[in-house]
T-cell receptor, first 113, second 114 residues
């Protein structure tokens, strides 16, 4: 199994550009999450989904959008990139509820200049 | 509100020495607690988890953690550190009452001196 796959691994954006970070899992997990990781700040939850067609905001959703049309895919959209969105982004999934571990992708390093 | 505090930003230990990384949580119900490790340029990997039963839990790579409800703590320990343990360590709590969200601490960076 590939697990959780994120693309791209690195990206540089100009202010105001848009892009989509892709996330796919092949474990048939219902629960998927997007986190951003900033130095000294740990991981902050951006959006999460408990199943296809269902998404909800996390701690830091402003400037981002998500969709969940299939169980496998959970893309994260940045519409108008800002320097504050420079970060490392991680997608994660889990089979069950909060007693199950998270499977993480390898991350996307995004710079907005 | 749910929160996780890791008081130590950075810890340096000698190889072979013992290790304890601190974690305190704030959560109104029975917590689901986790320790994850992140190697440079990688995603996070689960070391161990606790949600019921024996308060001392064993994990991978020789790590263990003890849940102390009275102190709201879930400290990670290892009797003898190896150079390969150098990494970033994150404590996390799973919150059922907020729609299956996980909250992470700010992390502790571990340096191992040969």
């Amino acid at each position: 199994n590939a697990g959780v796959t994120q693309t791209p691994k690195f990206r540089i954006l100009k202010i105001g550009q848009s892009m989509t970070l892709q996330c796919t899992q092949d474990m048939n997990h219902n629960y998927m999450y997007w986190y951003r990781q900033d130095p000294g700040m740990g991981l902050k939850l951006i959006y999460y989904s408990v199943g296809a067609g269902i998404t909800d905001k996390g701690e830091v959703p402003n400037g981002y959008n998500v969709s969940r049309s299939t169980t496998e895919d959970f893309p994260l959209r940045l519409e108008l990139a800002a320097p504050s969105q420079t970060s490392v982004y991680f997608c994660a999934s889990t089979a069950g509820w909060v007693d199950e571990k998270l499977f993480f992708g390898s991350g996307t390093q995004l710079s907005v200049l | 509100a749910q929160s996780v505090t890791q008081p130590d930003i950075h810890i340096t230990v000698s190889e072979g020495a013992s290790l304890e990384l601190r974690c305190n949580y704030s959560y109104g119900a029975t917590p689901y607690l986790f320790w994850y490790v992140q190697s440079p340029g990688q995603g996070l990997q689960l070391l161990l988890k606790y949600f019921s039963g024996d308060t001392l839990v064993q994990g991978i790579k020789g790590f263990e953690a003890e849940f102390k409800r009275s102190q709201s703590s879930f400290n990670l320990r290892k009797p003898s550190v190896h150079w390969s343990d150098a990494a970033e360590y994150f404590c996390a709590v799973g919150a059922r009452n907020t729609g299956n969200q996980f909250y992470f601490g700010t992390g502790t960076s571990l340096t191992v001196i040969p």
